[in-house]
């Protein structure tokens, strides 16, 4: 099974949920631990002690140019929807030329395919790293994207091609809605929303429904710090019909703990069996029991 946690904002304490439920289920079932959040990785923090065994560069494929196949037809201009080619013909005796911005590049391919004389192939460009490795009995992936690099969904899908279906797998999503958080959560089988009882709490978790909606991935609520803000975030629950997994209540101890990179069930072993039932809780939703 494959569970995404995410947020539509961060701050919610997603990673304080990810990684403690992973420590918690650890002790039944072999688990993975899958950090998505290439811009700023943080659940290695919470994995002490954590031994990185492997590490391989993370690259997206873009465009190279043969000049002497080149007849600067603009077909590649023309298919990149994302302007990361430019075409300049020839004229008045000039030669032409052909510009490519790798850092605007999807790697999406397009231009190669579609290029009427083949004078285009693509090359690696690096942009980060995937690192694996253990915390005891959890299997651990992330990636690190490199400072200044624009797009995360190619180190992303690099990251996730190491999932193995055979375990208990447990995404770290990024925070927000955007592209990358889609590439984290797709193909999951189950995704939990971390969210809080506030007013910016409950704008960001209606767009992050919107958005599981629309991938068509089951999905269930925690609230934490569930005893602050105000009742808005149970009452829209309620309304949509989505159910809430758990509460998380606000704890000094647990605030101290994450201030320290130390997991709740760390600081508070009563919070594994809370974990475990989350766990129950979304195989019944997924096996149809809990109706």
Not at 25 to 30: G, P, W
Not at 219 to 239: A, H, I, M, P, W
């Amino acid at each position: 099974m494959v569970i995404a946690v995410a947020s539509g904002k961060g701050g919610t304490g997603k990673t304080t949920i990810a990684t403690s439920f992973a420590l918690s289920l650890a002790l039944d079932r072999d688990i993975q631990l899958v950090d998505c959040d290439v811009e700023e990785p943080n659940a290695h923090l919470f994995l002490d002690p954590l031994v990185i065994e492997k590490t391989s560069k993370g690259f997206i494929p873009v465009p190279q140019i043969d000049q002497s196949k080149c007849n600067y037809c603009g077909k590649c201009s023309k298919v990149c929807a994302y302007n990361a080619i430019a075409v300049v013909g020839p004229k008045d005796g000039r030669k032409g030329s052909i510009l490519v911005f790798e850092q605007l590049c999807h790697g999406c391919g397009a231009c190669s395919f579609l290029c009427p004389r083949g004078a285009i192939k693509e090359v690696n460009r690096e942009i980060g790293a995937v690192e694996s490795g253990w915390s005891g009995p959890i299997q651990f992936i992330h990636g690190r994207l490199n400072i200044g690099e624009a797009m995360a969904p190619p180190l992303i899908r690099q990251v996730k091609e190491n999932i193995d279906p055979s375990k208990t797998v447990i995404i770290d999503a990024p925070p927000g809605t955007s592209c990358p958080v889609v590439t984290s959560v797709e193909k999951s089988d189950f995704c939990i929303l971390v969210t809080e009882p506030t007013p910016f709490g409950l704008n960001d978790l209606i767009l992050a429904v919107e958005v599981l909606r629309k991938l068509k991935i089951p999905f269930g609520v925690v609230l934490n710090r569930s005893d602050l803000g105000n009742e808005d975030t149970e009452k829209y629950c309620v309304q949509e019909n989505i159910s809430i997994l758990m509460r998380v209540p606000f704890d000094e101890k647990v605030a101290k703990s994450y201030s320290k990179g130390i997991p709740i069930v760390r600081a508070l072993p009563e919070f594994k069996n809370h974990f475990k039932q989350l766990y129950e809780k979304i195989d019944n939703i997924l096996t149809g029991k809990d109706r």
